[in-house]
């Protein structure tokens, strides 16, 4: 069902109480797959991997492709990150790693076939402008010679504002590239010394300036609550300057501080964390100043302006979700290239290789370099469905999920169901008798209502590994 407009421009502290906030500030998944990518487990390898890709459809007019290309490399360390990075100033390691990727593709090639259309494709990492022009160059030429571009391609990159000037951003243009990220994570000069990311608000206007100025459709800027240093009041001067950018798009997470897992998060001084009260009035503030200067709420951490095709699609109901988020592309297989890459064909997740020596040594042995990876069972197909309708549609109709499951949702779910009337209490879902509906405070805490349909996350109980859903 559409969402109405009333539901984009409600004030988000008259439906979400601290009370609230506090009560679901719990660690959850994102959800940008079903099953988790914890869940992937090394009885998945390249074998099951080139035999899910020779299911594929063969030929030019089979349905298109998704792409997904990591590159790692930074010159210097983000102390928040917990990405895939390998920090270094030596330019040169990219060379030899973009022979790896070539290799890489031959062999998705193989029993892929080449001409396969393409209507998605993202660079992500770590910071791919790293990469210098003549190399970006290489790679998206060899990919123009493997695949087929459709006409309305998302030509997506992750750009490092610190890497780039106008004339780079030129030349991504004059590559294809459509659609910029930048990660900025905020502007106050005092949080980005405590996160070793130093950036200015002029500068970053300056490249956004740019950009429209090129003809890129759509600009991202990433941020983040909950960073060290920050206030509810520099948070708000953040928002307003976000408002001052006006990026058709904004990604605002929130920080996830796992030293124990992200090595880089261990020179942050946690003393310096703003208490879960800041975090909690930084989100309904961030949230209602994006609001008040015309953004919509897209769901979860992603607002967009009306007129972005990614708004349009949230009040039409037809959302998707997929490994960057949200998406106005049709679910569809994502070849995934580059070290740790996470991709998806049919029924089937897999990953590559998360080091470098590991990436080349299954490459040298002519063999992809997937290390683990999930097929899904009809349980996981069944609760995949059900997820994404609540994380996209806000709305869970019973009659659709029975007609394609061949299921009784009372008698299967009835567990599920028995479990959201707490959270129907909360406000944050109505159950009716056929359909469970988001309401538009639920639409902020959807992570939650999705967490209780995800059968591996209730069966093992551990949930420490995730970010906070607040």
């Known amino acids: 069902m559409p969402f109405t407009t009333e539901a984009l421009t409600t004030d988000a502290r008259t439906l979400l ?3 609230l906030l506090r009560k679901f500030d719990t660690p959850g998944p994102r959800y940008t797959s079903y099953p988790t990518a914890d869940r992937f487990h090394h009885g998945f390898g390249p074998a099951q991997a080139r035999a899910a890709i020779e299911q594929l459809a ?9 792409l997904y290309v990591h590159i790692p490399f930074c010159e210097s360390i983000c102390y928040y990150c917990a990405c895939n990075k390998i920090i270094t100033k030596h330019h040169e390691r990219a060379a030899e790693y973009l022979d790896a990727l070539e290799t890489e593709l031959a062999l998705v090639l193989e029993p892929l076939g080449a001409g396969r259309p393409v209507s998605q494709l993202h660079f992500g990492g770590g910071s791919p402008t790293f990469l210098s022009d003549a190399e970006l160059a290489r790679v998206m030429d060899r990919l123009a010679q493997s695949f087929r571009f459709t006409p309305d391609s998302e030509i997506s990159i992750e750009v490092d504002p610190r890497t780039v000037t106008p004339d780079r951003l030129a030349h991504l243009r004059g590559l294809g590239f ?6 900025v994570q905020d502007f106050d000069p005092d949080v980005q010394q405590a996160v070793h990311r130093v950036q200015s608000f002029e500068s970053v206007k300056a490249l956004m300036d740019s950009a429209r100025t090129l003809g890129f459709t759509s600009i991202n800027a990433d941020f983040i609550y909950g960073l060290p240093r920050q206030t509810p009041e520099s948070f708000a001067r953040t928002v307003q300057q976000i408002g001052e950018l006006r990026p058709d798009r904004i990604a605002l997470y929130a920080y996830a501080h796992l030293p124990e897992r992200f090595k880089p998060q261990r020179r942050i001084n946690a003393e310096e ?26 769901g979860m951490d992603h607002f967009a302006l009306p007129d972005d095709p990614l708004a349009v699609a949230r009040r039409e109901g037809k959302l998707h979700r997929n490994f960057q988020g949200y998406s106005t592309q049709p679910d569809c297989d994502l070849v995934a290239l580059g070290v740790s890459a996470i ?4 029924g089937s997740f897999y990953q590559n290789a998360k080091t470098l020596p590991e990436y080349h040594q299954s490459l040298a042995r002519r063999e992809l370099p997937v290390v683990r990876g999930y097929a899904l069972d009809g349980d996981d197909l069944l609760r995949r469905d059900v997820i994404m309708a609540l994380m996209c549609q806000g709305r869970l109709e019973f009659d659709n999920v029975e007609r394609a499951h061949g299921i009784r949702m009372r008698e299967y779910f009835g567990r599920e169901l028995e479990a959201l009337k707490p959270l129907a209490q909360s406000g944050l879902v ?24 995800d059968r591996h996350l209730q069966a093992s109980g551990n949930r420490q590994r995730f970010s906070k859903v607040v």
Do not use: C
């Not at 063969?58 to 998704?66: F, I, K, N, R, Y």
């Not at 459509?178 to 990660?183: A, C």
């Not at 930084?282 to 953004?295: E, H, P, Q, V, Y």
């Open 343 to 346: 991709g998806r064909i049919g």
């Open 430 to 453: 109505l159950l009716e008798d056929k359909a469970v509906d988001v309401t538009r405070a639920g639409w902020y805490l959807v992570r939650a209502i999705a967490m209780v349909f």
């Open 178 to 183: 459509n659609r910029l990220s930048f990660g």
């Open 273 to 298: 964390l703003p208490s879960p009260a800041q975090r909690i009035a930084m989100l309904g503030d961030a949230i209602n100043g994006l609001l008040a200067r015309g953004f919509e709420h897209i």
């Open 58 to 66: 063969p030929g030019s007019a089979a349905a298109p492709l998704s």
């Open 17 to 19: 109480s601290e009370d």
